[in-house]
């Protein structure tokens, strides 16, 4: 991980190496569809963290398993924030045959 400090290219063999595993954890939590952005939205982070990994706290598939449940979290929030807009548009549209403006 550190010689990525230096020469970022080496990031590719972390990558290579644990990517179908954080991909597979994403989609036992989130299902298929959203498994390949989560996993890469993992390795952006780490990549730009790389430099705060410490090998003496985490082994490198627990710190990456730890950054993809964060990036999880994030975005069942990001979907719950969407199902709750939709459903106060849904409650706040049209109602009684009134359009927004009041006309009929």
Do not use: C
Request: net charge positive; aromatic share 10%; hydrophobic share 40%.
């Amino acid at each position: 991980m550190r010689s990525s400090l230096r020469e970022p290219e080496r990031f590719g063999q972390i990558f290579d190496a644990y990517f179908a595993e954080i991909h597979g954890y994403a989609a036992k939590r989130l299902g298929p569809d959203a498994a390949a952005d989560v996993a890469s939205q993992t390795f952006l982070e780490a990549f730009r963290g790389r430099g705060r990994y410490d090998a003496s706290r985490a082994a490198v598939r627990t710190w990456l398993a730890g950054i993809a449940t964060n990036v999880i979290g994030k975005h069942r929030r990001a979907e719950v924030r969407g199902l709750a807009t939709l459903v106060w548009a849904v409650i706040s549209g049209p109602q009684h045959g009134r359009t927004r403006a009041g006309a009929r």
